[in-house]
T-cell receptor, first 111, second 113 residues
Framework: QKEVEQDPGPLSVPEGAIVSLNCTYS??????FMWYRQYSRKGPELLMYTYSSGNKEDGRFTAQVDKSSKYISLFIRDSQPSDSATYLCAMKVDSSYKLIFGSGTRLLVRP | EAGVAQSPRYKIIEKRQSVAFWCNPI?????LYWYQQILGQGPKLLIQFQNNGVVDDSQLPKDRFSAERLKGVDSTLKIQPAKLEDSAVYLC???????????FGDGTRLSIL
């Protein structure tokens, strides 16, 4: 079993839709949770960074962590074609430990 | 602030040849990482440096991969000899102090023929 599981997609939605991206994990020691966006032929770009449980909002993006279920989510409101990319979840045990990535979900937002 | 710089962007070699990648991290970032990202997968950590010392190289195939970070700034990753399964994007990332997140370069796309 992988430490971090993520549905590879692709997920195709119309412009303006609310998008929900999810990851599950098995290591209860994970404390830091991140979402990265990766455009084709580019490096991952940090979108959201949360510590422990709860919600965090930044513009159209909301990150949610449920440590009791070992489940994290990223919600994108009013999705745009420019949001079309691969979204990677990542997590780590403490501030200096290595990141463990999910395999990424491809998102396509249709105009 | 300039980002993480990597070169070359693309490299095509034949199996059993050698190849080297270069990374220049964000100025002042003491921690540097090399990742391997195979198509359809998330990045996998190969090696982590703190200044010019190795913190974690547990997933680096040491029989063929080597990395160094001279003077705690730039870093090079070398593969010798390359195998077909080494075809991937090699990403470099750097991080500042404390709980700051990692910032990635755009990677070197390696194809082995």
């Amino acid at each position: 079993q992988k430490e971090v599981e993520q549905d590879p997609g692709p997920l195709s939605v119309p412009e303006g839709a609310i998008v929900s991206l999810n990851c599950t994990y098995s290591n209860s020691a994970f404390q830091y949770f991140m979402w990265y966006r990766q455009y084709s032929r580019k490096g991952p770009e940090l979108l959201m960074y949360t510590y422990s449980s709860g919600n965090k909002e930044d513009g159209r993006f909301t990150a949610q962590v449920d440590k009791s279920s070992k489940y994290i989510s990223l919600f994108i409101r009013d999705s745009q074609p420019s949001d079309s990319a691969t979204y990677l979840c990542a997590m780590k045990v403490d501030s200096s430990y290595k990141l463990i990535f999910g395999s990424g979900t491809r998102l396509l937002v249709r105009p | 602030e300039a980002g993480v710089a990597q070169s070359p962007r693309y490299k095509i070699i034949e199996k059993r040849q050698s190849v080297a990648f270069w990374c220049n991290p964000i100025s002042g970032h003491a921690t540097l990482y090399w990742y391997q990202q195979i198509l359809g997968q998330g990045p996998k950590l190969l090696i982590q440096f703190q200044n010019n010392g190795v913190v974690d190289d547990s997933q680096l195939p040491k029989d063929r991969f080597s990395a160094e970070r001279l003077k705690g700034v730039d870093s090079t990753l070398k593969i010798q000899p390359a195998k077909l399964e080494d075809s991937a994007v090699y990403l470099c990332a750097s991080r500042g102090t404390g709980s700051q997140p990692q910032h990635f370069g755009d990677g070197t796309r390696l194809s082995i023929l």
